[in-house]
């Protein structure tokens, strides 16, 4: 089991107020069987961190795509910081580790509930914010969140390969046809560059790091092109 200290050590972050970073893992079973103590449980933290990691990604995608619509923006926001994808991040770093519970929870498999670690990942952003401010947050977020973004992880909550599908079958006679045309840069960092073509036309071009992300992305720009985004 890892303890607070080589977690922080890990992380690259030392908290001034240790109390406060315990607290984001203290889950509520473990303060109700620990009343003699003064210690409180994480729901606060989770409250404020879910407001600041909000922030962090909202910021991120502005910047990130400018060209991205809003509603675009806010489906995108949304695949990144529901409960499936915040169990993920918390994995990522043995969270399920560190947490706090009572006795009854433990025994149910609390440790391992999703909707708890994702209530930790929360009260923990809530607490480096706290302990650190916001500056900090995105450092973190910088290493554990965005490439993950920018790596196309979240790719299926714009499936444009689904609206542009959607689109040209107004044309019950129109094909869709994408092709992989090149790849390049070396093994750890291969890029590909896809071709959308729409009853043999070249209709748009997109580039990722996956065949996936690059299909979507040609995706997209037939759709910009077609006056359909």
Same mark, same amino acid.
């Given at each position: 089991?890892?303890?607070?200290?080589?977690?922080?050590?890990?992380?690259?972050?030392?908290?001034?107020?240790?109390?406060?970073?315990?607290?984001?893992?203290?889950?509520?079973?473990? %303060?109700?069987?620990?009343?003699?103590?003064?210690?409180?449980?994480?729901?606060?933290?989770?409250?404020?961190?879910?407001?600041?990691?909000?922030?962090?990604?909202?910021?991120? =995608?502005?910047?990130?795509?400018?060209?991205?619509?809003?509603?675009?923006?806010?489906?995108?926001?949304?695949?990144?910081?529901?409960?499936?994808? =915040? %169990?993920?991040?918390?994995?990522?770093?043995?969270?399920?580790?560190?947490?706090?519970?009572?006795?009854?929870?433990?025994?149910?498999?609390?440790?391992?509930?999703?909707? =708890?670690?994702?209530?930790?990942?929360?009260?923990? &952003?809530?607490?480096?914010?706290?302990?650190?401010?916001?500056?900090?947050?995105?450092?973190?977020?910088?290493?554990?969140?965005?490439?993950?973004?920018?790596?196309?992880?979240?790719?299926?909550?714009?499936?444009?390969?689904?609206? =542009?599908?959607?689109?040209?079958?107004?044309?019950?006679?129109?094909? &869709?046809?994408?092709?992989?045309?090149?790849?390049?840069?070396?093994?750890?960092?291969?890029?590909? &560059?896809?071709?959308?073509?729409?009853?043999?036309?070249?209709?748009?071009?997109?580039?990722?790091?996956?065949?996936?992300?690059?299909?979507?992305?040609?995706?997209?720009?037939?759709?910009?092109?077609?006056?359909?985004?």
């Amino acid at each position: 089991m890892e303890d607070f200290s080589s977690f922080q050590d890990k992380i690259h972050v030392q908290f001034q107020n240790v109390a406060l970073l315990e607290q984001a893992f203290t889950h509520s079973s473990y %303060v109700n069987e620990h009343r003699k103590t003064d210690r409180e449980d994480n729901e606060r933290l989770e409250f404020l961190g879910d407001a600041v990691l909000e922030l962090g990604v909202s910021q991120y =995608l502005y910047r990130e795509f400018p060209e991205m619509a809003e509603g675009e923006l806010t489906k995108l926001r949304a695949s990144i910081v529901c409960e499936i994808s =915040l %169990v993920n991040f918390a994995n990522d770093l043995n969270f399920q580790d560190l947490i706090l519970l009572g006795k009854g929870e433990e025994m149910t498999g609390g440790r391992n509930r999703p909707a =708890l670690l994702a209530d930790v990942f929360e009260a923990f &952003i809530g607490a480096l914010y706290l302990d650190k401010g916001f500056d900090q947050v995105v450092l973190f977020l910088e290493k554990y969140v965005y490439p993950k973004i920018k790596d196309g992880a979240f790719s299926h909550a714009m499936d444009y390969k689904s609206q =542009l599908q959607e689109f040209i079958q107004r044309d019950r006679s129109s094909r &869709i046809e994408y092709e992989i045309v090149e790849e390049r840069g070396p093994a750890h960092s291969r890029e590909f &560059i896809a071709h959308v073509r729409v009853q043999g036309e070249n209709a748009g071009i997109g580039i990722g790091r996956t065949k996936k992300e690059a299909e979507q992305k040609a995706a997209r720009q037939a759709l910009m092109n077609q006056g359909a985004m």
